[in-house]
């Protein structure tokens, strides 16, 4: 591929982006942001995509944002080039986003795992925001995505002490989807992803959109906005197709339109 720091891959209708900076354990600097959000936007766009894999390697999913690249940045540097702001792009795909976790998730790392839909940790995973260590905190959403998903007792004991997680704690919490061994999480998380691409694309991308309105707005909005999607499904073929398939007791053949 024509990367630098990613691997980029199809297998089916999943696309799969693999961080690819071992000896740094897969930092994030600006390059791997551009490339990851480059890609998954382009797989986003792309018809013949279903779902998405984010993974690393089985050391590190990525141990932060790059401390090298940021060390040396003023305040004017960094609000000026609204440094790292390019992953809230990511948040926005309407395909779904599976992360592949497996050895350690933190900083940047952690906050890129929470920023994907669904979470496959291996049983090495080791979460945290250990920003505080470095005299900064958390700048991709993790103060927010990680206060929402644990509670406020929970992300505050995190980052404020920056104290690692194991992924038994992470699960009981409820940061992670499933917890399945190390080697084995790549390829859960790929049939995770394929599953959710066999599906009707329109319905997948609608559902997402409703369950991340849960994170975003109040109870009777997201109500009101989960009914609009709703209906919306009933405006297409993947509706008329999937419903026609249950009650001629066959499968259903979506045409994602
Ligand atoms: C740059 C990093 C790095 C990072 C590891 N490396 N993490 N380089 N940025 N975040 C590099 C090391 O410098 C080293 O390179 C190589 O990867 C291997 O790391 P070691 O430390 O030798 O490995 P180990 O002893 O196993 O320790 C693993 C570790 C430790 C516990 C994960 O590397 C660590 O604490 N890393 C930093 C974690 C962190 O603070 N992350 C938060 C970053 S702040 P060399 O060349 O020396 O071999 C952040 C802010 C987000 O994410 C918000 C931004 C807007």
Redesign the pocket.
Known sequence: SDHETIIVERDGRVGVITLNRP???N??NTTVMTEVVGAATEFDKDPGIGAIVITGSE??FA????????SSKTYSDVISEQ??GAWDDLSRLRTPVVAAVTG?A????C?LAMICDILIAGDNAVF?Q??I??G?I???G?SQRLTRAVGKAKAMDMILTGRNMKVDEADKLGLVSRVVPAEDCLTTAKEVAATIASKSFIAASLAKDAVNRAFESALAEGIRAERALFYSTFATDDQTEGMAAFVEKRDPTFTHS
Not at 63 to 70: L, Q, R
Not at 106 to 109: C, Q
């Open positions: 000896k740094a354990l930092a994030l050391r590190a141990a932060g944002a790059d401390i090298k690249e940021m440094f790292f350690y933190l900083g940047g790392g906050e945290g250990p920003e260590n470095l900064v958390p700048g991709i993790g």
